[in-house]
């Protein structure tokens, strides 16, 4: 993982294995530790397979952690192509509004200096 040139994140855990969220924390720790601040970057916690009814992650346990985290929450199923364009549609409108945070003050942002530098990369991890 390259965390330190993460400019977002997607943490996600199947909604059918408690264990799977449960084994996130370590890496939004870790996320904190490199990164600092996470109300700083944009971070979202997704549940996956919400389609299934086996369920063992409850929606509202799901959304404290979120909420303890200080990142947005939000449930997808990929099979179904539920929530995944919204999904990525609500993370470039958290790193919008943090790039425009940080315009205000008049500095180039972290993303235009990048933007300087690599033109038409993008990476998806």
Known sequence: MSISKGHAFILVYSITS???LEELGP???LIVQIKGSVEDIPVMLVGNKCDETQREVDTREA???AQEWKCA???TSAKMNYNVKELFQE???LETRRNMSLNIDG???SKQ???DRVKGKCVLM
């Open 63 to 65: 959304q404290a952690v």
């Open 107 to 109: 500095k180039r942002s």
């Open 18 to 20: 408690k264990q799977s």
């Open 27 to 29: 890496i939004y720790k």
């Open 113 to 115: 200096k990048r933007t």
């Open 91 to 93: 993370l470039l409108t």
């Open 73 to 75: 929450f939000m449930e």
